[in-house]
């Protein structure tokens, strides 16, 4: 703007003769909030003299210096009035009913123009143009450090009279109550910390829109927060949408308060098959299309402050077939959110059926906190026919309890801080403890470093329910990295082993070996090995033997194991014996060396040899080697034994 000398001309042109008292100044800031098209950008003139040249819609003047005593009529001129051509206070094409002043010396006044020029069409509310004036208005807080003081002024045409609630510090109570278009509240003193404002109908409380107002930006500040713009711009020539609006009381444009979101993340893990895919609706507008089962949306913004109704859609069946709605009263501002979905929209078939639902986790994060070199991990119950459970870690902690009596629907309390390596987890019940499954969750090979990841119990521990005609998705543990797509799922881990039938009873000459109770190695022949195979690791391991034919009613058992680790391998030999008349008798059992090899180690030039004394009447022994290495390789190696390490000898005879 050319010259904000409010007043100065006017007033030195018309005054002949006045007071010590009327000559002390007033200040005064004027803000241009009219939303008329036909007034974007007005001269401002008092009386016949020009007031302001070229001042802007959403712009303020600043404080100015007026001089007090005097009462003059305010008129608006197209800011061309004052430009090469123009003619001045004879352009003027409104003038307010509102004659400002006198202004009392030593006041300070906000001065707020507003409404719609009586020449204008196409507005669907039309009061007239006029200048709305707060009295003993202030350039400064005066709650002291860490407050301001903030002026509300309700100057939006189409907006009904309104509440203000505050959701991020004050849970939702309303702080300014039914103010009205061209009404101040009077000054609040207010923290200097970050709000979210909501406006509400004063007539139902329903919720408008809502605002950040980011206070902790100003220290002991006064400013002016304006409602402007339409609430319903398309019955209003497409005018500027509402919006809060703020000033501090420096010249130049108003601040715009930006409108609040949150981030969230939306995990379907639904394992009904009538939601398979699913479309999701925000408050009757389609956000979040096909999202299949063990998918998530990834983070993504959403609208705060504001209420949310969420329903879901089996895909393609649109808001007419959407479940009932669940509705949120409103997400904080900035903070970041898990949404799992889960439950049943029909559970005749399912036992237990809990209801379709979504659990959410407040505080969620897209990062681990520490940052590189970590990893943050969530927990979530989501499977339906599964107990509480624990969850012990196996090998990098030492089978020591990471999560503790988590129940269907129930997130951890917090996220686990873990470093960036491979982990393997033993899912309990918490009634028994006693092992459900087993998974790997091979972080250090994810390429996840420095990720905060989702992990989600989801499926059935038991898919044949008992109805029967739904055989739902099968127990397992899945990873959710905060990117869109498919979940990661967990494998479950396994180990290599040998099996070696050494076992010299004529009653075991051939057997059937059982783990867990299911057959494994059938018609296992004495001196004859399985080979390096896979099996289990990290559950219990119960093997047992019975002679080929005799099922597990006729077995003896052979070994309970804790559980094996992970990509590691193991030699098993059975041996003893389980038939009366031998001299030495010895234990059925396995024998197991752990840190087994499939290929030598020691060079390509030797081979790599284990040695094991499985001779049931045969006493400690030694061996020595007579030819290559001519000297004694095993000592005092007694039954049952394995040599401690590989033997690195030459290929050689």
Request: no cysteine.
């Amino acid at each position: 703007m050319k010259n904000t000398k409010l007043f100065l001309a006017a007033m030195l042109a018309g005054v002949s003769a006045t007071s010590g008292a009327q000559a002390q100044d007033a200040r005064v800031e004027i803000i241009h909030n009219s939303p008329d098209a036909a007034a974007t950008i007005v001269d401002v003139y008092a009386g016949p003299n020009l007031l302001i040249d070229d001042l802007e819609f959403r712009h303020s003047t600043g404080f100015l210096d007026v001089p007090s005593g005097l009462a003059l009529p305010i008129g608006l001129a197209p800011g061309t009035s004052n430009e090469p051509g123009g003619n001045g206070a004879a352009d003027i094409i409104a003038e307010t009913v509102t004659t400002v002043g006198p202004l009392a010396p030593s006041e300070t006044y906000v001065v707020i123009a507003n409404g719609i020029l009586s020449t204008s069409t196409g507005y669907s509310a039309t009061p007239p143009f006029a200048l709305h004036i707060q009295a003993a208005a202030r350039e400064a807080g005066t709650g002291g450090a860490g407050t301001n003081d903030v002026l509300v002024y309700h100057g939006s045409t189409d907006a009904p009279n309104v509440n203000v609630a505050e959701t991020a510090q004050n849970g939702g109570a309303v702080v300014v109550p039914n103010i009205g278009y061209s009404e101040f509240q009077g000054y609040l003193t207010l923290p200097a910390v970050d709000l979210t404002l909501q406006i509400q109908a004063a007539s139902n409380g329903s919720a408008v829109a809502a605002f950040d107002a980011p206070l902790s930006a100003f220290d002991e500040a006064a400013l002016t927060v304006v409602a402007s713009g339409f609430l319903a711009p398309s019955t209003n020539n497409n005018g500027p949408a509402f919006g809060l609006f703020v000033s501090g009381g420096a010249a130049g444009a108003l601040i715009e308060l930006p409108t609040p979101t949150a981030r969230l993340e939306v995990i379907h893990n639904s394992p009904d098959p009538l939601a398979a895919i699913v479309d999701v609706f925000v408050n009757g507008n389609e956000a979040i299309s096909d999202l299949a089962f063990r998918n998530t949306t990834g983070f993504i913004d959403i609208p705060a402050g504001m209420p949310l109704s969420i329903e879901v859609a089996p895909d393609g069946a649109g808001l007419a077939g959407a479940l009932p709605a669940i509705d949120i009263p409103f997400l904080a501002s900035g903070e970041t959110y898990i949404a799992i979905a889960n439950g049943f929209a029909d559970g005749t078939n399912f036992s237990p059926a809990p209801g379709f639902a979504l659990d959410i986790y407040v505080g969620a994060r897209e990062a681990a906190a520490p940052g590189a070199g970590a990893n943050d991990v969530l927990v979530y119950h989501g499977s339906t026919n599964a107990p509480t459970v624990d969850v012990d870690e196996l090998v990098q902690t030492g089978g020591a309890e990471v999560v503790s009596n988590l129940s269907y629907g129930e997130f951890t309390a917090d996220y686990l801080p873990l470093g960036v390596a491979n982990y393997t987890l033993q899912v309990q019940a918490d009634a028994s403890g006693a092992a459900v499954a087993a998974y790997y969750a091979a972080l250090a090979d994810l390429g996840v470093d420095g990720a905060a990841l989702t992990v989600l119990a989801s499926g059935f521990l038991s898919p044949n329910t008992p109805v029967g005609t739904n055989d739902g998705p099968a127990f397992g543990l899945f990873v959710s990295t905060g990117a869109a797509g498919p979940l990661l799922e967990l494998g479950s881990p396994e180990a290599r082993v040998e099996i070696i039938h050494n076992a010299a009873d004529t009653l075991l000459d051939v057997v059937d070996v059982y783990v867990n109770g299911d057959l494994a190695v059938p018609g296992f022949a004495f001196r004859t090995s399985t080979g390096f195979i896979d099996l289990p690791a990290g559950m219990p391991l119960d093997i047992n033997a019975a002679p080929a034919g005799a099922g597990l009613a006729g077995s003896v058992d052979l070994a309970d194991i804790p559980f094996l680790f992970p990509d590691s391998t193991y030699i098993a030999i059975a041996n003893g014996t389980v038939s009366p008349g031998y001299i030495t008798p010895q234990p059925l059992g396995l024998d197991v060396y752990v840190g087994a090899r499939e290929a030598a180690t020691s060079g390509i030039l030797n081979t790599d040899v284990l040695v094991y004394h499985g001779s049931t009447d045969a006493p400690n022994v030694d061996v020595n080697e007579l030819t290559v290495v001519s000297g004694q390789i095993i000592d005092d190696l007694g039954y049952g034994m394995f040599e401690d390490e590989y033997l690195g000898l030459p290929t050689a005879d």
